[in-house]
């Protein structure tokens, strides 16, 4: 018997197969065991119970989430996007397809034919892909990852959430660094720091704390880990997003959806240095985004917590640059 290919529905695939004891005699249903009702991307295997034979009609619907939770696309390699860059920098102005901060993104991968996406792998085989205009004096998102140990959103979110305006429950949107505590509703709330293995969250205690006498004498009696990320993670995210970033540069003119980009620079950066990242931390170059909510049931839910850098810094977690256009 030969299956259809599942058709595409958006995130979901689906497909109902209907049988019975008469089919499976007839070979096309085994009585019991694994049955691969269809092929496609993702393999989905059911397995039925023999109870299940006795000639009723069995109706097996399927749902298969691809993985990432996205459509299986087919990636584009660096090389077929250098080439479209290339045609971008002679094409000269383009208008924005997204009004905003964002948009150069959006429309740079538009047009290099880059599905929009968040998710911690390369966007095309071999390179990561990002965009800045010129003027930006913006940060740039390096990866999301969330703190360990498990629970650390929770404790996060009961100590400092606060309840956002048109939310019926607290949130708690701020960005931490090295330099100085984070304040929030006009209390002291954490500070980022970086021990030897470790990148934590810190609470300084219940009372505000002079950060010069705080960086220089770190009171461990008051000091209070909130969550952390190791060394080892926090590379591996990096390395597994960025095992090249092809950075895009544009000059801009316009505003809002009149915008107007031109892509007339690129380099590839390679060699992540994670000396680095760990200095433009320290330095307070590099900052911590952190933004959790809740479920209706409660629970808190990371909408990605980042690590951010200075656009002009961007370079630097690199070892080796490249011009491209």
């Known amino acids: 018997m030969s299956l259809p290919d599942l058709p595409h529905f958006g995130h979901f695939m689906v497909l109902t197969y209907i049988c019975s004891a008469e089919r499976s005699n007839l070979g096309l249903l085994p009585p019991y065991g694994p049955v691969l009702l269809f092929k496609t991307d993702v393999n989905i295997v059911i397995s039925t119970s023999p109870s299940l034979q006795n000639g009723h009609l069995i109706i097996f619907t399927c749902f298969a989430i691809f993985l990432m939770s996205r459509p299986i696309i087919n990636m584009l390699t660096y090389e077929e996007v250098v080439e479209q860059l290339k045609l971008l920098n002679e094409r000269k102005w383009v208008k924005t397809h997204r009004a905003g901060p964002t948009g150069i993104g959006k429309t740079l991968e538009d047009l290099t034919g880059i599905p929009?996406?968040?998710?911690?792998?390369?966007d095309m085989k071999g390179a990561e892909l990002k965009s800045t205009r010129k003027t930006a004096k913006s940060m740039l998102t390096l990866f999301t990852k969330s703190p360990l140990p498990d629970g650390a959103n929770s404790v996060l979110l009961k100590r400092f959430g606060y309840q956002a305006r048109g939310n019926e429950k607290p949130d708690l949107h701020t960005t931490v660094s090295t330099l100085k505590f984070n304040t929030l509703r006009g209390k002291q709330g954490f500070i980022v720091e970086v021990s030897e293995d470790k990148v934590e969250l810190v609470s300084g205690g219940p009372a505000p704390m002079d950060i010069?006498?705080?960086?220089?004498?770190?009171?461990?009696?008051?000091?209070?880990?909130?969550?952390?990320?190791?060394?080892?993670?926090?590379?591996?995210?990096?390395e597994k997003k960025f095992p090249q970033l092809l950075f895009v540069k544009a000059e801009c003119r316009g505003s809002g959806k009149n915008e107007e980009f031109w892509f007339n620079e690129a380099w590839l950066l390679s060699e992540f240095s994670f000396d680095n990242f760990i200095n433009l931390l320290k330095s307070g170059d590099i900052l911590v985004d952190i933004r959790i909510g809740q479920y209706p049931n409660g629970r808190s839910h990371d909408h990605g917590t980042g690590f951010r850098v200075q656009i002009n810094k961007l370079d630097m977690c690199f070892q080796k640059r490249k011009n491209i256009i």
């Open 116 to 122: 929009e996406n968040n998710i911690p792998t390369p």
């Open 212 to 238: 010069m006498k705080y960086l220089t004498d770190k009171p461990e009696e008051k000091k209070e880990v909130l969550g952390y990320w190791n060394r080892r993670i926090l590379r591996e995210c990096f």
